[in-house]
């Protein structure tokens, strides 16, 4: 079983003031996927913090997910600070979150949501709302669990896999 960490990105969860449902609904979607969640916190919305928490756990976690800090405003900044750790961008997990969500939620074309590979863990940056969490996940949860194989052996067949579905992908 991979091992995968939930990094929840918000001012009012880091101090409290609000419960974090976005981290709760992620932990129980990448679960879901066979995932041992080995490592959860809540963190505020600070790029140099976002950083160094989310390089501590390059290498142990083969999966690290982030709720929030992929809007607009002025302190969502996850993707910038990330953008430094991720050697390889995954444009099509943003290009997906947003599509696939978009008759559902509108205002998810706002979301600067996506994914990338650090060494052999795949980052996958989600929005903060737990409805956004959920939706994303359930689009991205066979590309995911793909990815973290490929990092995981480090050359796979894929011809093989496109021939025998993704159904077996573990």
Do not use: W, Y
């Given at each position: ?130 409805k956004g969490v959920r939706e994303c996940l359930d689009l991205l949860g066979p590309a995911i669990k793909h990815a973290v194989k490929v990092l995981t052996i480090g050359k796979l ?9 993704l159904n077996g992908i573990a």
């Open positions: 079983m991979s091992t995968a960490a939930i990094i929840t990105i918000s001012d009012s969860r880091s101090d409290g003031a609000n419960t974090d449902v976005s981290g709760d609904v992620a932990a129980e979607c990448v679960s879901s996927l066979a995932f041992q969640i080995t490592h959860r916190q809540i963190i505020p919305d600070d790029a140099a913090v976002i950083g160094k928490t989310v390089k501590t756990l390059l290498g142990t976690a083969r999966l690290i997910v982030t709720t929030g800090g992929t809007g607009i405003g002025p302190r969502d900044v996850t993707p910038e600070a990330l953008r430094p750790l991720i050697e390889r961008d995954l444009p099509g997990f943003g290009e997906i979150m947003r599509t696939g969500t978009f008759a559902k939620t509108p205002l998810s074309i706002l979301s600067r949501g996506g994914a990338g590979v650090a060494g052999n863990t795949l980052i996958v940056m989600l929005p903060g709302s737990p067949d894929c011809q093989a896999e496109t021939s025998q579905g």
